[in-house]
């Protein structure tokens, strides 16, 4: 069962927003989604990424454009025929029902037989872990535990496409972690389409075949992980992704060195990683593709390795060491970034090339 996913121009606008004709919540977004491709959605809090699911599961009606499934237009057919499934942040239970029956409601509605659904909801349960627990109710569940009926829920359907809508933003950390490392194991396994909205940006780069990052309702990058990281398309998503983010500075021509060194002119945008920082004796090195000099104001000890917070006249610098080295909280360091470690952008935040 095949499932391509395509939205074309998709743009939605909400009534009744003062700023709904200058800012819709989606602006004419193209997407493909492959066959089996696991795709994730990330930005920052309302920048169009749960609207455009609910646009896919027909929860909402677009302002234009197409949503094609299989090549098939969905606009005009109701959620329940979509052949979409959608796990919400909230586990949205039937508090009256046990997770048998929770798991089991969509094949009810489909008047499926009773023994079918005995076995499908048995065959659920042991894919989600849940064999142990059927009879029980929601409220003698952990939050792990309701999400995963909640999972279960839209597994049974056997569905075309899975929507995930931030469905672990309300577990603790070791929880989620635990949780989204299963459910990509499940999608793997299942070989089946999925969505996942995030705003987490490190969740997205675990766990996408490709991430699309939007703000406010535009896309601004659509790309494997490996390549968002190391070849952001424009200053916003090279300061989105990455923790801690990418250090995105002014620079200034140095007469001196025939280098780069921070400074306040609006000569330039670069943008280089945390990683990419290295502290050197004042002397900086042939080649060093910017200089950095300022004060230690703050150290952040992580075990595996160490951030360190510089400020400089151009402002905040942040620099990741390995383990608990460093140097010392208040002192004032050099340091320096490779040329080829160096990401430029141009006045509107576009890439573009280094100078010659």
Known sequence: MTARLVLDGLSKRFEGRKETTDTPALKKLDLEVEDGELLV???????GKSTALRLI???EQ????RVLLDGKDLVEVPPHARDVAMVFQGYALYPHLTVAQNISFPLEMRKVSRAERERRV?????????EGKLDRLPSELSGGERQRVAMGRAIVRRPKIFLFDEPLSNLDAKLRS????ELVQLVRRLGVTA???THDQGEAMTMGDRIAVLRAGELMQLAAPRTIYERPENGFVA???GTPSMNLVQVAASRASGGLVIGVSHAATVGFRPESVTFVADAVPTGA???ITGKVVLVEPQGAETYVHIDTDAGLVRARLEGFGGPALGTRVVACVAAEALHWFDEGGRRVEPPG
């Open 195 to 197: 969505i996942y909205v």
């Open 178 to 181: 635990e949780l989204r490392s």
């Open 239 to 241: 300061g989105f992704v």
């Open 41 to 47: 959605l990330v930005g920052p809090s309302g920048c």
């Open 62 to 65: 677009p302002t234009e454009g």
């Open 57 to 59: 599961a027909g929860l």
């Open 289 to 291: 593709g910017v200089r």
């Open 122 to 130: 048995r065959e659920v349960a042991a894919t989600v872990g849940l």
